[in-house]
Protein backbone atom coordinates (compact mmCIF):
# COMPACT_ATOMS: atom_id res chain seq x y z
CA UNK A 1 0.00 0.00 0.00
CA UNK A 2 1.40 3.44 -1.09
CA UNK A 3 1.05 5.57 1.69
CA UNK A 4 -0.89 8.84 2.29
CA UNK A 5 0.81 12.06 2.60
CA UNK A 6 -1.56 13.53 5.12
CA UNK A 7 -4.56 12.41 6.97
CA UNK A 8 -8.12 13.77 7.46
CA UNK A 9 -10.04 13.09 10.77
CA UNK A 10 -13.65 13.72 11.11
CA UNK A 11 -16.11 14.16 7.69
CA UNK A 12 -18.57 16.04 8.57
CA UNK A 13 -19.76 18.93 6.02
CA UNK A 14 -16.13 20.78 6.45
CA UNK A 15 -13.99 17.70 6.91
CA UNK A 16 -15.61 16.04 3.41
CA UNK A 17 -14.93 19.40 1.50
CA UNK A 18 -11.29 20.19 2.97
CA UNK A 19 -11.03 16.24 1.71
CA UNK A 20 -12.03 17.10 -1.47
CA UNK A 21 -10.14 20.49 -1.83
CA UNK A 22 -6.40 17.95 -0.44
CA UNK A 23 -7.68 15.68 -3.41
CA UNK A 24 -8.43 17.94 -6.18
CA UNK A 25 -4.89 19.60 -5.29
CA UNK A 26 -3.53 16.25 -5.79
CA UNK A 27 -2.53 15.29 -2.59
CA UNK A 28 -2.59 10.98 -1.45
CA UNK A 29 -5.10 11.71 1.25
CA UNK A 30 -6.32 9.04 3.92
CA UNK A 31 -9.72 9.54 5.26
CA UNK A 32 -11.19 8.33 8.47
CA UNK A 33 -14.79 8.89 10.46
CA UNK A 34 -15.73 6.88 13.32
CA UNK A 35 -17.83 4.31 13.47
CA UNK A 36 -20.99 4.42 15.88
CA UNK A 37 -23.42 1.35 15.12
CA UNK A 38 -26.76 2.43 13.35
CA UNK A 39 -25.26 5.86 13.61
CA UNK A 40 -22.24 6.65 11.73
CA UNK A 41 -21.29 3.07 9.62
CA UNK A 42 -18.53 3.31 6.21
CA UNK A 43 -18.90 7.67 6.32
CA UNK A 44 -15.21 7.15 4.64
CA UNK A 45 -16.06 4.24 2.78
CA UNK A 46 -19.02 5.99 1.26
CA UNK A 47 -18.19 9.50 0.96
CA UNK A 48 -14.92 8.22 -1.24
CA UNK A 49 -17.19 6.18 -3.65
CA UNK A 50 -19.15 9.61 -4.47
CA UNK A 51 -16.35 11.89 -5.34
CA UNK A 52 -13.93 10.40 -8.34
CA UNK A 53 -11.70 12.62 -6.84
CA UNK A 54 -11.11 10.46 -3.91
CA UNK A 55 -10.29 7.50 -6.11
CA UNK A 56 -6.87 7.39 -4.27
CA UNK A 57 -7.95 8.38 -1.04
CA UNK A 58 -7.25 5.65 1.61
CA UNK A 59 -10.74 5.19 3.99
CA UNK A 60 -11.27 3.87 7.45
CA UNK A 61 -13.03 3.47 10.39
CA UNK A 62 -10.50 2.17 12.52
CA UNK A 63 -8.13 4.59 13.62
CA UNK A 64 -4.74 2.23 14.38
CA UNK A 65 -5.34 1.69 10.33
CA UNK A 66 -5.47 4.89 9.61
CA UNK A 67 -3.16 6.54 11.65
CA UNK A 68 -0.67 3.48 9.80
CA UNK A 69 -1.60 4.28 6.24
CA UNK A 70 0.09 7.72 6.63
CA UNK A 71 3.52 8.64 5.65
CA UNK A 72 6.10 9.47 8.45
CA UNK A 73 6.37 12.06 10.51
CA UNK A 74 2.30 11.91 9.92
CA UNK A 75 0.29 14.48 9.37
CA UNK A 76 -3.65 14.58 10.68
CA UNK A 77 -5.81 17.66 9.96
CA UNK A 78 -8.98 17.20 13.12
CA UNK A 79 -11.96 18.21 11.42
CA UNK A 80 -14.26 17.99 14.80
CA UNK A 81 -16.03 20.08 16.85
CA UNK A 82 -13.91 22.42 18.92
CA UNK A 83 -13.77 21.65 23.04
CA UNK A 84 -13.72 18.47 24.56
CA UNK A 85 -14.07 16.18 21.87
CA UNK A 86 -10.65 17.45 20.80
CA UNK A 87 -9.14 16.28 23.58
CA UNK A 88 -10.63 13.27 23.14
CA UNK A 89 -10.12 12.66 20.08
CA UNK A 90 -6.55 13.98 20.43
CA UNK A 91 -6.04 11.23 24.01
CA UNK A 92 -7.09 8.39 21.58
CA UNK A 93 -4.81 9.51 18.38
CA UNK A 94 -2.16 9.77 20.74
CA UNK A 95 -1.88 6.03 21.99
CA UNK A 96 -0.94 5.49 18.43
CA UNK A 97 1.34 7.59 16.72
CA UNK A 98 4.70 8.23 17.20
CA UNK A 99 7.56 11.11 18.08
CA UNK A 100 7.42 14.15 15.53
CA UNK A 101 4.01 13.03 14.12
CA UNK A 102 1.88 16.25 13.65
CA UNK A 103 -1.81 16.75 14.78
CA UNK A 104 -3.33 20.18 13.00
CA UNK A 105 -6.59 21.05 14.73
CA UNK A 106 -8.55 23.27 12.08
CA UNK A 107 -11.38 23.82 13.93
CA UNK A 108 -12.83 26.73 15.99
CA UNK A 109 -10.73 26.47 19.02
CA UNK A 110 -10.29 28.62 22.20
CA UNK A 111 -6.42 29.86 21.39
CA UNK A 112 -5.61 29.06 24.83
CA UNK A 113 -7.12 25.71 25.21
CA UNK A 114 -4.59 25.58 21.86
CA UNK A 115 -1.56 26.43 24.21
CA UNK A 116 -2.26 23.92 26.72
CA UNK A 117 -2.90 21.30 24.05
CA UNK A 118 0.47 22.40 22.49
CA UNK A 119 2.43 21.59 26.13
CA UNK A 120 0.52 18.46 26.31
CA UNK A 121 1.69 17.04 23.59
CA UNK A 122 5.04 18.39 23.29
CA UNK A 123 5.56 16.90 26.49
CA UNK A 124 4.36 13.11 24.97
CA UNK A 125 6.91 14.05 21.66
CA UNK A 126 4.35 14.96 19.63
CA UNK A 127 3.89 18.38 17.40
CA UNK A 128 0.36 19.97 17.95
CA UNK A 129 -0.55 23.08 15.55
CA UNK A 130 -3.39 25.27 15.83
CA UNK A 131 -4.97 26.48 12.57
CA UNK A 132 -8.12 29.08 12.15
CA UNK A 133 -9.44 28.20 8.92
CA UNK A 134 -12.70 31.00 7.34
CA UNK A 135 -15.10 30.26 5.10
CA UNK A 136 -17.22 28.07 5.77
CA UNK A 137 -18.59 25.02 3.89
CA UNK A 138 -17.56 26.27 0.20
CA UNK A 139 -14.13 27.77 1.35
CA UNK A 140 -12.87 24.37 2.53
CA UNK A 141 -13.96 22.85 -0.61
CA UNK A 142 -13.11 25.56 -2.96
CA UNK A 143 -10.37 27.39 -1.10
CA UNK A 144 -10.41 29.00 3.01
CA UNK A 145 -8.29 31.58 3.94
CA UNK A 146 -5.82 29.83 6.63
CA UNK A 147 -4.40 31.41 9.73
CA UNK A 148 -1.56 29.20 11.00
CA UNK A 149 0.72 29.16 14.31
CA UNK A 150 2.98 26.89 16.62
CA UNK A 151 6.23 25.69 15.98
CA UNK A 152 7.50 27.51 13.27
CA UNK A 153 9.84 24.71 11.72
CA UNK A 154 6.65 21.89 11.91
CA UNK A 155 4.67 24.41 10.23
CA UNK A 156 6.97 24.05 7.05
CA UNK A 157 6.55 20.51 6.60
CA UNK A 158 2.63 21.01 6.55
CA UNK A 159 2.72 24.69 4.41
CA UNK A 160 2.43 23.29 1.25
CA UNK A 161 -0.45 21.50 1.90
CA UNK A 162 -1.93 24.70 3.46
CA UNK A 163 -0.68 26.74 0.61
CA UNK A 164 -2.03 24.41 -2.26
CA UNK A 165 -5.63 24.27 -0.65
CA UNK A 166 -6.02 28.03 0.71
CA UNK A 167 -7.70 30.40 -1.74
CA UNK A 168 -5.64 32.77 -3.97
CA UNK A 169 -5.69 36.79 -3.09
CA UNK A 170 -5.55 39.40 -6.25
CA UNK A 171 -1.68 38.53 -6.93
CA UNK A 172 -2.41 34.81 -7.33
CA UNK A 173 -0.51 34.16 -3.50
CA UNK A 174 -1.97 32.08 -1.26
CA UNK A 175 -4.40 33.53 1.83
CA UNK A 176 -2.52 31.48 4.13
CA UNK A 177 0.09 32.33 6.34
CA UNK A 178 2.12 31.67 9.30
CA UNK A 179 0.51 33.88 11.96
CA UNK A 180 3.16 33.11 14.84
CA UNK A 181 3.80 30.91 17.77
CA UNK A 182 1.41 29.05 20.00
CA UNK A 183 -2.06 29.17 19.39
CA UNK A 184 -2.09 32.56 17.74
CA UNK A 185 -3.69 31.16 14.02
CA UNK A 186 -7.10 30.63 16.91
CA UNK A 187 -6.63 33.58 18.36
CA UNK A 188 -6.81 35.72 15.31
CA UNK A 189 -9.23 33.67 13.95
CA UNK A 190 -11.54 34.24 17.33
CA UNK A 191 -10.95 37.89 16.01
CA UNK A 192 -12.25 37.12 12.80
CA UNK A 193 -15.19 35.98 13.96
CA UNK A 194 -15.22 38.83 16.01
CA UNK A 195 -15.47 41.16 13.44
CA UNK A 196 -17.27 38.69 11.69
CA UNK A 197 -20.35 39.33 14.59
CA UNK A 198 -20.27 42.91 14.01
CA UNK A 199 -20.06 43.02 9.93
CA UNK A 200 -23.42 40.93 10.32
CA UNK A 201 -24.94 43.04 12.57
CA UNK A 202 -24.31 46.16 10.79
CA UNK A 203 -26.00 45.00 7.99
CA UNK A 204 -29.16 44.27 10.58
CA UNK A 205 -29.27 47.65 11.90
CA UNK A 206 -29.17 48.78 8.42
CA UNK A 207 -32.29 46.41 8.22
CA UNK A 208 -33.94 47.91 10.66
CA UNK A 209 -33.70 51.50 9.40
CA UNK A 210 -35.09 50.64 6.49
CA UNK A 211 -37.53 48.24 7.02
CA UNK A 212 -38.72 51.03 9.95
CA UNK A 213 -39.34 53.03 6.85
CA UNK A 214 -42.00 50.01 5.23
CA UNK A 215 -39.34 49.13 2.71
CA UNK A 216 -40.13 45.54 1.46
CA UNK A 217 -37.62 42.92 0.99
CA UNK A 218 -36.94 43.69 -2.47
CA UNK A 219 -36.84 47.39 -1.76
CA UNK A 220 -34.01 46.71 0.31
CA UNK A 221 -32.20 44.24 -1.69
CA UNK A 222 -32.14 46.61 -4.62
CA UNK A 223 -30.63 49.46 -2.25
CA UNK A 224 -27.87 46.82 -1.05
CA UNK A 225 -27.05 45.52 -4.39
CA UNK A 226 -26.32 49.40 -5.76
CA UNK A 227 -23.96 49.53 -2.59
CA UNK A 228 -22.16 46.21 -3.76
CA UNK A 229 -20.19 48.36 -6.20
CA UNK A 230 -18.04 50.56 -3.93
CA UNK A 231 -18.81 48.95 -0.70
CA UNK A 232 -18.90 45.28 -1.68
CA UNK A 233 -18.47 42.20 0.61
CA UNK A 234 -19.35 38.60 0.63
CA UNK A 235 -21.92 39.30 3.79
CA UNK A 236 -23.52 42.32 1.80
CA UNK A 237 -23.86 39.71 -1.14
CA UNK A 238 -25.51 36.93 0.30
CA UNK A 239 -27.76 40.10 2.47
CA UNK A 240 -29.37 40.15 -1.09
CA UNK A 241 -29.86 36.90 -1.44
CA UNK A 242 -31.16 36.36 1.49
CA UNK A 243 -33.44 39.37 1.04
CA UNK A 244 -35.08 37.83 -2.20
CA UNK A 245 -35.20 34.43 -1.30
CA UNK A 246 -38.88 33.15 -1.32
CA UNK A 247 -40.21 29.95 -0.52
CA UNK A 248 -43.63 29.38 -2.57
CA UNK A 249 -43.86 32.89 -2.52
CA UNK A 250 -43.25 33.81 1.18
CA UNK A 251 -40.08 35.65 1.82
CA UNK A 252 -38.06 33.14 3.65
CA UNK A 253 -36.56 36.21 5.68
CA UNK A 254 -40.20 36.97 7.12
CA UNK A 255 -40.67 33.43 8.41
CA UNK A 256 -37.60 33.20 10.49
CA UNK A 257 -37.83 34.21 14.26
CA UNK A 258 -35.87 36.98 15.00
CA UNK A 259 -33.47 34.94 17.73
CA UNK A 260 -29.83 34.58 17.04
CA UNK A 261 -27.33 32.13 18.74
CA UNK A 262 -23.66 32.13 18.25
CA UNK A 263 -21.56 28.93 18.99
CA UNK A 264 -18.86 30.87 21.49
CA UNK A 265 -16.26 32.42 19.66
CA UNK A 266 -18.13 36.07 20.35
CA UNK A 267 -18.25 35.34 23.57
CA UNK A 268 -14.54 34.47 23.74
CA UNK A 269 -13.36 37.51 21.70
CA UNK A 270 -15.53 39.54 24.20
CA UNK A 271 -13.65 37.48 27.36
CA UNK A 272 -10.44 38.75 25.41
CA UNK A 273 -11.03 42.37 25.06
CA UNK A 274 -12.18 42.47 28.50
CA UNK A 275 -8.51 40.79 29.74
CA UNK A 276 -6.29 42.50 27.54
CA UNK A 277 -7.88 46.02 27.86
CA UNK A 278 -7.99 47.14 24.43
CA UNK A 279 -11.81 48.99 24.21
CA UNK A 280 -12.60 47.28 21.35
CA UNK A 281 -16.02 48.19 22.19
CA UNK A 282 -17.87 46.77 19.09
CA UNK A 283 -17.93 43.36 19.18
CA UNK A 284 -19.44 42.91 22.40
CA UNK A 285 -22.04 45.54 20.96
CA UNK A 286 -23.05 42.72 18.46
CA UNK A 287 -22.54 39.59 20.68
CA UNK A 288 -24.78 41.48 23.48
CA UNK A 289 -27.35 42.44 20.56
CA UNK A 290 -28.05 38.65 19.89
CA UNK A 291 -28.27 38.02 23.70
CA UNK A 292 -30.59 40.25 23.71
CA UNK A 293 -32.58 38.97 20.71
CA UNK A 294 -32.92 35.55 22.29
CA UNK A 295 -35.22 37.13 25.33
CA UNK A 296 -37.93 36.87 22.53
CA UNK A 297 -40.65 36.88 25.78
CA UNK A 298 -39.31 39.63 27.51
CA UNK A 299 -39.27 41.79 24.88
CA UNK A 300 -42.54 41.56 23.69
CA UNK A 301 -43.59 41.74 27.01
CA UNK A 302 -41.48 45.02 26.85
CA UNK A 303 -43.30 46.36 23.72
CA UNK A 304 -46.70 46.04 25.04
CA UNK A 305 -45.65 48.26 28.76
CA UNK A 306 -43.66 51.00 26.84
CA UNK A 307 -44.93 53.68 24.20
CA UNK A 308 -43.79 52.84 20.99
CA UNK A 309 -42.96 54.85 18.02
CA UNK A 310 -44.85 55.49 14.94
CA UNK A 311 -42.91 58.03 12.93
CA UNK A 312 -40.76 56.42 10.36
CA UNK A 313 -37.62 57.64 10.04
CA UNK A 314 -36.11 59.66 7.39
CA UNK A 315 -33.12 58.28 6.63
CA UNK A 316 -31.47 58.46 2.97
CA UNK A 317 -30.15 55.25 1.11
CA UNK A 318 -26.98 57.40 0.62
CA UNK A 319 -27.22 58.32 4.50
CA UNK A 320 -26.97 54.86 5.36
CA UNK A 321 -24.37 53.70 3.54
CA UNK A 322 -22.11 56.43 4.67
CA UNK A 323 -22.86 55.13 8.36
CA UNK A 324 -22.52 51.81 7.71
CA UNK A 325 -19.14 52.24 6.17
CA UNK A 326 -18.13 54.66 9.06
CA UNK A 327 -19.17 52.02 11.37
CA UNK A 328 -17.64 49.08 9.41
CA UNK A 329 -13.49 51.67 9.27
CA UNK A 330 -14.36 52.05 13.01
CA UNK A 331 -15.10 47.90 13.68
CA UNK A 332 -12.13 46.99 11.84
CA UNK A 333 -10.06 49.36 13.15
CA UNK A 334 -10.78 48.20 16.82
CA UNK A 335 -10.15 44.50 15.54
CA UNK A 336 -6.83 45.18 13.99
CA UNK A 337 -6.20 46.66 17.09
CA UNK A 338 -7.02 44.12 19.34
CA UNK A 339 -5.37 41.89 17.14
CA UNK A 340 -2.03 44.45 17.93
CA UNK A 341 -2.30 44.68 21.24
CA UNK A 342 -2.33 40.88 22.17
CA UNK A 343 0.13 40.25 20.05
CA UNK A 344 2.30 42.45 21.74
CA UNK A 345 1.04 41.54 25.25
CA UNK A 346 2.63 37.57 23.90
CA UNK A 347 5.34 38.72 22.19
CA UNK A 348 3.83 36.95 18.92
CA UNK A 349 5.09 39.77 16.44
CA UNK A 350 1.99 39.24 14.22
CA UNK A 351 2.18 40.98 11.19
CA UNK A 352 -0.84 42.96 11.15
CA UNK A 353 -0.59 43.56 7.02
CA UNK A 354 -0.50 39.70 6.47
CA UNK A 355 -3.57 39.20 8.20
CA UNK A 356 -5.50 41.46 6.14
CA UNK A 357 -4.24 40.25 2.94
CA UNK A 358 -4.97 36.80 3.95
CA UNK A 359 -8.74 37.99 4.63
CA UNK A 360 -9.30 39.33 0.86
CA UNK A 361 -10.22 36.15 -0.26
CA UNK A 362 -11.76 32.89 1.09
CA UNK A 363 -13.45 33.99 4.76
CA UNK A 364 -16.41 35.13 5.68
CA UNK A 365 -15.20 38.61 6.31
CA UNK A 366 -13.75 39.20 2.62
CA UNK A 367 -14.66 42.65 1.43
CA UNK A 368 -13.44 45.67 -0.63
CA UNK A 369 -12.63 47.35 2.98
CA UNK A 370 -10.52 44.90 3.76
CA UNK A 371 -8.45 44.65 -0.01
CA UNK A 372 -8.13 48.73 0.95
CA UNK A 373 -6.26 47.69 4.41
CA UNK A 374 -4.19 45.28 2.90
CA UNK A 375 -2.30 47.74 0.59
CA UNK A 376 -2.32 50.97 3.04
CA UNK A 377 -2.32 49.39 6.55
CA UNK A 378 0.50 50.69 8.44
CA UNK A 379 1.73 48.34 11.15
CA UNK A 380 2.30 50.74 13.64
CA UNK A 381 -0.57 53.19 12.92
CA UNK A 382 -4.15 52.74 13.97
CA UNK A 383 -6.41 52.49 10.95
CA UNK A 384 -8.54 55.35 12.82
CA UNK A 385 -5.08 57.70 11.78
CA UNK A 386 -4.06 56.39 8.64
CA UNK A 387 -5.54 57.68 4.72
CA UNK A 388 -7.80 57.13 3.24
CA UNK A 389 -9.95 55.98 6.49
CA UNK A 390 -9.38 59.27 8.48
CA UNK A 391 -10.67 60.89 5.75
CA UNK A 392 -13.64 58.22 4.96
CA UNK A 393 -14.70 59.19 8.10
CA UNK A 394 -14.47 62.69 8.34
CA UNK A 395 -16.66 62.90 5.08
CA UNK A 396 -18.80 60.13 6.44
CA UNK A 397 -19.61 61.63 9.94
CA UNK A 398 -22.08 64.09 9.25
CA UNK A 399 -24.41 61.22 7.87
CA UNK A 400 -23.06 58.96 10.36
CA UNK A 401 -24.69 61.55 13.01
CA UNK A 402 -27.94 62.21 11.47
CA UNK A 403 -28.75 58.17 10.99
CA UNK A 404 -27.80 57.87 14.75
CA UNK A 405 -30.46 61.23 15.72
CA UNK A 406 -33.16 59.62 13.76
CA UNK A 407 -32.44 55.77 15.09
CA UNK A 408 -32.66 57.89 18.48
CA UNK A 409 -36.02 59.91 16.80
CA UNK A 410 -37.43 56.66 15.88
CA UNK A 411 -35.95 54.49 19.01
CA UNK A 412 -34.29 51.81 16.80
CA UNK A 413 -32.03 49.22 18.07
CA UNK A 414 -29.25 49.45 16.18
CA UNK A 415 -26.31 48.55 18.46
CA UNK A 416 -23.55 48.46 16.85
CA UNK A 417 -23.99 51.68 14.81
CA UNK A 418 -24.75 53.48 18.27
CA UNK A 419 -20.97 52.06 19.68
CA UNK A 420 -19.20 52.62 16.41
CA UNK A 421 -20.16 56.72 16.88
CA UNK A 422 -19.67 55.88 20.83
CA UNK A 423 -16.37 54.92 20.38
CA UNK A 424 -15.32 57.50 18.16
CA UNK A 425 -16.43 60.58 20.12
CA UNK A 426 -14.63 58.65 23.00
CA UNK A 427 -11.61 57.92 21.34
CA UNK A 428 -11.40 61.83 19.92
CA UNK A 429 -12.07 63.61 23.63
CA UNK A 430 -8.52 64.69 24.67
CA UNK A 431 -10.15 65.97 27.65
CA UNK A 432 -12.49 63.24 29.13
CA UNK A 433 -14.45 62.53 32.28
CA UNK A 434 -12.28 59.70 33.72
CA UNK A 435 -10.73 62.62 36.14
CA UNK A 436 -13.83 62.42 37.87
CA UNK A 437 -14.14 58.91 38.31
CA UNK A 438 -10.56 58.87 39.75
CA UNK A 439 -11.57 61.47 42.36
CA UNK A 440 -14.05 59.18 43.08
CA UNK A 441 -12.26 56.13 43.25
CA UNK A 442 -9.60 57.94 45.96
CA UNK A 443 -12.41 59.12 47.87
CA UNK A 444 -13.99 55.90 48.07
CA UNK A 445 -10.70 54.32 49.50
CA UNK A 446 -10.24 55.87 52.43
CA UNK A 447 -13.91 54.77 53.24
CA UNK A 448 -13.67 50.90 52.28
CA UNK A 449 -10.66 50.96 54.05
CA UNK A 450 -13.02 51.59 57.07
CA UNK A 451 -15.30 48.35 56.06
CA UNK A 452 -16.57 48.42 59.94
CA UNK A 453 -18.00 51.49 59.89
CA UNK A 454 -19.87 51.33 56.24
CA UNK A 455 -21.45 48.07 58.18
CA UNK A 456 -22.78 49.50 60.92
CA UNK A 457 -24.44 52.59 58.75
C1 LIG B 1 -15.91 31.17 9.14
C2 LIG B 1 -17.00 31.47 10.12
C3 LIG B 1 -17.49 30.27 10.85
C4 LIG B 1 -18.76 30.61 11.62
C5 LIG B 1 -18.42 30.95 13.04
C6 LIG B 1 -19.40 31.83 13.75
O1 LIG B 1 -14.99 31.93 9.20
O2 LIG B 1 -16.00 30.22 8.36
O3 LIG B 1 -16.54 32.40 11.06
O4 LIG B 1 -16.44 29.82 11.63
O5 LIG B 1 -19.51 31.55 10.97
O6 LIG B 1 -18.28 29.72 13.68
O7 LIG B 1 -20.49 31.12 14.11
P1 LIG B 1 -21.61 31.64 15.11
O8 LIG B 1 -22.23 32.85 14.46
O9 LIG B 1 -22.55 30.48 15.13
O10 LIG B 1 -21.00 31.91 16.43
Known amino acids: MIRAEIGVLGLGVMGKNLSRNLANNGFRIALYNRHVEGVEENVASDFKSKHPELKKALDFDNLSAFVQSLEIPRKIILMVNAGKVVDLVVEQLADYLEEGDIIIDAGNSHFQETNRRIKW????????IGIGVSGGEQGALLGPSIMSSGDQAVYLKIQKYLEAIAAKDSNNKPCCVYVGPQGSGHFVKMIHNGI???????????????????KSNEAMADIFEKWIEDVGSYLLSITVEILRKKDNNTYVLDIILDKATNKGTGKWATATIADCGEPATMIPSAL??????FFKEKRQQAASLFSQNSKPNTVNSNELKSAYQFSRIINHHQGFSLIKRVSDQNEWGIDLNEIARIWTEGCIIKSELMKSIATTMNNDKPILFTNPWYSEIETSYTAMRYVVLQGIESQLHIPSMMEAINYFHGIKTSNGSANLIQAQRDYLVPILMRGEMICQV
Open 121 to 128: LNAKRLNF
Open 288 to 293: FARYIS
Open 196 to 214: EYVEMQLLADCYTVLKQQG
